[in-house]
């Protein structure tokens, strides 16, 4: 049984929703009927498009970084690139991102914060 799955019955007793709450809930995308009769499954619509967009825009800044010397940039330098039309998220958004999960760390200099994979 996946851990998305619910059914019918759990919604009703468990979490009160009427037939009107299920309804509304597969029409903006949130439910989606299963192949067993009386079940669901939760969904986040959009999610796939979130994902595949994030995931392009941390390769596309991630190779930039990579075919530098040093596996290093200037901010600056970084800043300055043209982004390609697909990467829907700022590049500060991804480089925000990349020090989170700590692929990159920032070194700061006396002109600007130089970009360092780790």
Known sequence: KSSTQISSDVLKNEYSFNDNNISELIRTGLLARHRNPGHFLLSVPNA?????TFDFGKKFLLSIIK????????????????????????????IYDLIGSQVIHTVETPNDTLLRMT
Do not use: Q
């Open 67 to 94: 075919k530098c010397k040093y596996k290093e940039i200037l901010g600056s330098e970084l800043m300055k690139r043209r982004l390609p039309k697909d990467m829907k998220f700022s590049l500060e958004y991804h």
């Open 48 to 52: 796939g498009e979130f994902a595949k």
